[in-house]
């Protein structure tokens, strides 16, 4: 099923090493440490929602051919999906015990249980209150399992033969995923005002966390590499879209509390973060300068660096890892790089390892 794959957009990859970080810089650093990239780093997870749209967008760029002509086996695909992520998942969740006994005090013992139960089959994400439970990043998970689930029905769409036309359904659907921002703003069910990163309340966490409301991200994605198709990969125009794609996006952030949190924290990017993938998709000077081999390096490993960067610092930090090698006066930066390089030793010697284990055991089985 790979074997016919398009081919690599290694700036794209490039692309997630700086997702990634970012995310990790949200998690743990002061943003005001960044300077001018400040309002980037505060808005960190925005790069959740790049990450989700730009999931459709590969999946599509790479499967959506072979399954207009009915070529995609259905099992192939979900079987491929779980050994490329669930290895990593697992170690998430064996690195995160101990989290139990804090989840166990946090909750209610029939939700505990639940979470204990649900969080290994990737479907905490569904209840908000333990959406986040074990490890804060998985949460993704159960929205990208859940859109992987279905996905092989959305890659049969026809090609588009319009691109007016095209870009009209596209924007009915950023339109789409606006809609739960919005009407949380406009009823504001749990009484905060204004919201922002810090703001907690129980239909926040469900906008935030809950697979739904990630939907149309991740179809924007699937309808965008449909519009890629339509683009050529030469000449200006990807490059003026990468460059505004990235202008803008900073330029939006830079606003800070002027734009509501529950439009930006998924919904309102999608139109930019489509012009950067569209712009990186490219042959250009943009996409040159971020498929340098270091970044795609990192950027391979981004998925690794996400999943497992909560369990990696816990680890660093509380067993004094930087003490007793005296390298704690360079806290947080050398911690970044070591998470950085704990992202690749999981990437080569855990993920990869165990992705060909599984992928030549289910070869047996079938």
């Known amino acids: 099923m790979d074997s016919s794959k398009p081919a690599r957009l290694n700036a794209l990859t490039g692309l997630r090493c700086f997702a990634a970080l970012n995310i990790v810089f949200f998690h743990f650093s002061n943003p005001q440490w960044f300077g001018f990239m400040a309002p980037v780093v505060n808005a960190g997870f925005a790069s959740v929602s790049f990450f989700i749209l730009l999931s459709g967008f590969v999946l599509a760029y790479n499967y959506a051919a072979k399954a207009r002509e009915g070529q995609l086996d259905r099992t192939r695909f979900w079987e491929a999906r779980f050994t490329r992520l669930y290895p990593i998942y697992l170690l998430s969740l064996i690195l995160s015990w101990r989290m139990i006994p804090l989840e166990y005090a946090a909750h209610t013992h029939a939700m505990f249980w639940t979470g204990m139960v649900l969080s290994p089959l990737l479907l905490q994400g569904w209840i908000p209150s333990i959406a986040t439970f074990l490890n804060t990043p998985a949460w993704t998970m159960s929205a990208e399992s859940a859109f992987y689930v279905v996905f092989p029905w959305m890659a049969r769409w026809k090609r588009p033969v319009s691109i007016p036309t095209h870009l009209l359904k596209m924007a009915g659907v950023w339109c789409l ?190």
């Open 177 to 366: 995923g606006m809609v739960p921002g919005v009407l949380y703003i406009v009823f504001n069910p749990d009484g905060i005002a204004p919201t922002d990163r810090w703001s907690w309340g129980p239909w926040l966490q469900a906008l935030k966390y809950t697979p739904l409301p990630h939907l149309a991200s991740f179809v924007f994605g699937v309808l965008l590499a449909s519009l890629d198709e339509l683009v050529g990969r030469s000449g200006r125009l990807r490059f003026i879209l990468g460059v505004f794609g990235f202008a803008a996006t900073f330029g939006l952030l830079e606003l800070g509390p002027l734009v509501p949190y529950p439009v930006v924290h998924d919904g309102l990017l999608m139109p930019l973060f489509g012009c950067i993938i569209l712009g990186l998709a490219g042959n250009n000077p943009l996409s040159w300068a971020l498929s340098r081999p270091p970044l795609v390096f990192v950027g391979e490993a981004s998925y690794c660096l996400y999943l497992l960067h909560f369990n990696f610092w816990n680890l660093i930090h509380d067993y004094h890892v930087l003490d007793h090698l005296g390298l704690a006066r360079f806290d947080p930066w050398i911690s970044y790089v070591i998470l950085i390089a704990m992202a690749l030793a999981a990437l080569h010697f855990v993920e990869k390892p165990a992705q060909r284990l599984l992928r030549s055991w289910m070869h047996v089985w079938r």
